[in-house]
């Protein structure tokens, strides 16, 4: 035991990685300056603070690795960072923005996103190298964060003015706060490589996406955030009505052979 104790000090004393751990806290000053925005009601602008920082959540970690300065300290850092600007931060805003409005039950379902996310950022530590690093167990909570926020760009793109006391955000808010401490299975793109040759038509189609992402940023950004919450679901229900339709062919199969062959009319 005092060996692994003296190990852990040597190794803090040797310090942190600075780039890497300096993205991830320019990630938690945008979730903190959310959440000072939406309580001043500048839900605008506390929305763009945090689509900033899932920017900066899927730099820190790349960059790590392609500089080889990756370690546990860096981790568990991200993990902190992550559940204040994708946890608290998105709660704050959907709780001024709209869920004030329904009291008790508002807060309530701010509360239970934030402790969704957490619990989905400690499934994620303890599940590191268990599951298949292609899909997440789970949404992934900047995949939730990056709904709410993308939501209050589009309401205020479409003219809405001030607070949205709607039931359809509470709902909203409830089940990306499930879907992100649920099973259901989403890509990771982490099999991605940008670096590597692709086909000329796979060039040609990132380019006219981006160009339509700049053309109508909101409607876009919300289009790829909601559709991505949705992606899990409705892969799961098509697998799932895929492998009923296998069992009911499977069934079907040996019913159909020992049907008597031929036609004798009685």
């Known amino acids: 035991m005092k060996n692994s104790a003296s190990f852990r ?18 990630n938690l000053f945008c979730g903190f300056y959310s959440a000072i925005a939406s309580m001043k009601g500048m839900y605008e602008i506390a ?19 392609i500089t080889h300065t990756t370690s546990k300290f860096g981790a568990e850092y991200d993990s902190l960072c992550d559940l204040v600007t994708f946890g608290v931060a998105p709660a704050f805003l959907l709780y001024n923005w709209s869920l004030i409005s329904y009291g008790k039950w508002g807060w309530l379902a701010a509360f239970l996103f934030v402790v969704c996310g957490a619990l989905r950022l400690a499934r994620f530590n303890v599940q590191v190298g268990v599951i298949d690093s292609r899909v997440f167990n789970g949404l992934p909570i900047p995949g ?12 205020f793109f479409l003219g809405g003015e001030g607070n949205f006391p709607s039931l359809a955000v509470m ?16 890509y990771s793109f982490k099999d991605l ?20 992402v700049v053309a109508e940023p909101q409607i ?5 955030a909601f559709g991505y919450s949705l992606s899990g679901p ?14 009911f062919r499977a069934k ?6 020992a049907r008597p062959q031929g036609g004798a009319s009685q």
């Open 144 to 155: 939730g964060a990056a709904v709410a926020a993308t939501a209050v760009l589009l309401f």
């Open 234 to 247: 409705l892969w799961s229900i098509y697998r799932f009505g895929r492998k009923l339709l296998t069992e």
């Open 193 to 212: 490589n940008f670096f590597s040759r692709k086909p000329f038509t796979s060039f040609v189609l990132i380019v006219v996406i981006l160009v339509i």
């Open 9 to 26: 000090r040597d190794r803090m004393k040797k310090g942190v990685y600075i780039l890497p751990n300096l993205i991830t806290t320019a």
């Open 47 to 65: 929305a763009i603070t945090i689509l900033i920082a899932v920017v900066l959540d899927g730099l820190d970690g790349r960059i790590a690795r």
């Open 171 to 186: 709902i909203g808010a409830v089940a990306v706060a499930l879907f992100m401490v649920s099973s259901i299975k989403y």
């Open 252 to 257: 079907k199969s040996p019913c159909e052979a």
């Open 220 to 224: 876009m950004l919300f289009t790829f």
